[in-house]
């Protein structure tokens, strides 16, 4: 290795400095860098990229399951902030305001938005008439603040994050829990099919719900620290929200009834996420679905045969641009090939092709994957074919690795001393039976930082908010009291 590319390579190691070397990752592989106050992060092109390819799929499937965008304003007025009392006190320590406007002191104190619904609620109400109105489906992609006094992770921990933020009004309970599922199996989706994340589905346990929700459902990632993540939450909302805005239309029988609600968000820390799960010592690691940059190919010549390789190079390159792949051809003079494999390596690009005398003379290409480095030898002739088999073995070995860690680690235990003691040296999940006490969930939250993170859900998908399992014992793993309900405790971001 050059001091060049020392330079350029991860320094910490995932296994034993996970949250240093996540950093590293993050600002080597150019993703994003800090920004001069404490809490924000600027997004840098490679990194914004990624959360655009989320974007895509994610709006597509809105857009084809009837979600209209539209763009709402980052401030709310204190006296709509107000009208949804639960909103109120669950965001009231995070929210940022603004008091003044160029030198004047502001009449009414503006909230930055730390989620939409009392500024979205109130317009829905007077948008909705009748039932012919119903279902409304609006969804904005923007960004939030919660003014959260912890230290910068990001993508994981910033105090402004980008996100899409959906809100719904149903004409009956049964359409908002249709809602509900719809969008909580897109969320599973993008995460396993497009970012090669298995996921676990669930609720929030009551005393974690979101403010004022009915019942908040989640997609929950485990990283390979053994923490978990919270990919995604859907909120059937009730009628708590159309209440507090008015949201009412006229039935079928000319009757005003009171609309349902939901919203649902996902946000940049499935970015997060994404790197922490594939990446490893040696930077980046992306699916092929997201990369930048999905082929990239190294020319390797001396000065006799720099111009046959360099020109077969260029026609394999433009064979797969003009399939449709994104292919970076790398002939830089100035750089030598193991600088150039260290680099791509870092940025986390899925597939090298290498070209040398040798291959241009049997009319072949050397394909190398980033996750484990297996090489393979094509014919040129079939490449287009070939790249394509490979990108996608590519990406269910990085799916088949995040189960094997998720299957791996979801283990029972049924008293305080073995959740506390299983979390301590496994990390990962434990399950057990819970009364439903919040003071379960304390006792064990004190001593190691563990939360109950989810509840399975089963019957899910139907227009009823589906129910948690019975356990196979009937005492709480916690208080020993007759418990019905399972409950997922990890240690989470
Ligand atoms: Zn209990």
């Known amino acids: 290795m050059s001091s060049e590319s020392q330079e350029l390579g991860i320094t910490e190691s995932k296994s034993h400095k996970p949250g240093e070397w996540y950093a590293e990752v993050v600002q080597k592989a150019d993703l994003a860098d800090y920004a001069p106050m404490g809490g924000f992060i600027v997004t ?7 959360w655009e390819a989320i974007q895509d799929s994610l709006d597509g499937w809105f857009k084809e399951t009837g979600v209209d965008n539209v763009y709402f304003p980052m401030f709310i007025p204190e006296s709509f902030l107000e009208r949804e009392k639960d909103i109120v006190e669950g965001f009231d320590p995070e929210v940022a305001w603004v008091t003044q406007g160029g030198h004047d002191e502001l009449e009414e104190r503006l909230a930055v938005r730390p989620t939409s619904e009392s500024i979205i609620a109130p317009f829905m109400a007077d948008w909705t008439r009748s039932h012919r109105d ?23 921990r ?16 049964e359409g908002a829990w249709e809602e509900v ?12 099919d497009v970012l090669a994340i298995p996921v676990l589905r669930g609720k929030k346990p009551e005393h974690d ?65 994404l790197i922490m799960t594939h990446s490893d010592d040696q930077g980046l690691v992306l699916p092929p679905t997201v990369a930048p940059t999905q082929v990239v190919i190294v020319p390797i010549w001396q000065e006799d045969t720099k111009e046959e390789v360099l020109e077969y190079a260029e026609g394999i390159a433009d064979d797969l641009e003009d399939a449709g792949f994104r292919v970076e051809l790398d002939d830089r003079d100035e750089r ?10 870092l940025n986390g690009v899925p597939l090298r092709l290498e070209i040398g005398p040798y291959e241009v003379e049997d009319g072949e290409a050397t394909l190398v994957h980033r996750p484990d480095n297996e090489e393979t030898v094509e014919d040129r002739d079939g490449i287009v074919d070939a790249v394509d088999e490979h990108l996608e073995e590519i990406y269910d070995k990085l799916y088949e690795a995040a189960e094997e860690t998720l299957e791996d680690n979801v283990r029972e235990a049924h008293s305080p001393e073995e959740i506390l003691g299983t979390i301590g040296k496994h990390g990962g999940y434990v399950k057990t039976p819970w009364c439903g006490d919040e003071a379960c969930e304390e006792v064990i939250k004190e001593k190691i930082a563990a939360e109950i993170v989810m509840q399975p859900l089963e019957d899910e998908g139907g227009s009823s908010g589906g129910e948690v ?13 007759p418990a019905d309900e399972i409950a997922y405790f990890a240690k989470s971001y």
Not at 158 to 173: D, L, P, V
Not at 181 to 192: H, I, K
């Open 44 to 50: 840098k092109p490679r990194g914004y990229a990624l």
């Open 134 to 156: 119903l279902p409304m489906r609006l969804n904005q992609w923007c960004s939030v603040v919660r003014w959260e006094a912890t230290e910068t992770k990001p993508f994981f």
């Open 158 to 173: 910033t105090k402004e994050f980008m996100w899409q933020e959906g809100h719904t009004a149903h004409a009956s309970n």
């Open 181 to 192: 599922w719809t969008r909580l199996g897109q969320y599973e989706r993008v995460y396993e």
């Open 209 to 273: 719900k979101f403010p004022g929700a009915d019942t908040t459902t989640t997609v929950e990632a485990l990283m390979p620290d053994g923490k978990s993540v919270q990919g995604a939450t859907s909120h059937n909302l009730g009628q708590s929200f159309a209440e507090a805005f008015d949201i009412t239309f006229v039935d079928e029988d000319e009757e005003e009834q009171t609309a349902y609600t939901t919203s649902w968000g996902l946000s940049w820390r499935a970015l997060g996420a």
């Open 336 to 345: 030598n090939p193991g600088f150039k494999f260290n680099e791509h390596e």
């Open 469 to 481: 399992p019975e356990p196979d014992r009937d005492e709480c793993g916690v208080c020993g009291d």
